[in-house]
């Protein structure tokens, strides 16, 4: 997967004085942009909440990372009279040949932090299992 699939475009509101000081942070070479600046902070506090945010994972039995969901692997579940909760923090994806009967007929539910990555069919289907 290339790495701009990895990543998510955000867009964020950010005061005045605040801009200024990152402005003057990069300007002073502590950061190599706006955009080095906001992920390092953005990391920071991840790394000060990880006990909580692995806490959260375990509790709730998300997949960490990314979990993607090929037609095999659906039509497998499908033939043993399975179905699955997709429960992810990070990226799902679901092939682009998998259809919306093949997905419904398999997937419980869906609860995705980050990013969900399937057809707009697929999407569409699953949009009133999605939490």
Known sequence: ???VDKSEKITINIGLVDLGQ???LVDEGFYA???DFIRTAIRRQL???AAAVNDTVER???TLGTQHLG???LEELREAGRRIELRVLGLATIAEDVSPELALATIASVEVLGAFR???AVKTALAPRTI
Do not use: K
């Open 1 to 3: 997967m290339a790495e």
């Open 22 to 24: 990152i402005d003057l």
């Open 33 to 35: 942009n706006r955009t």
């Open 47 to 49: 790394d000060s909440r």
């Open 60 to 62: 709730r039995a998300l």
């Open 71 to 73: 037609r095999a692997d």
């Open 118 to 120: 399937a057809s707009r």
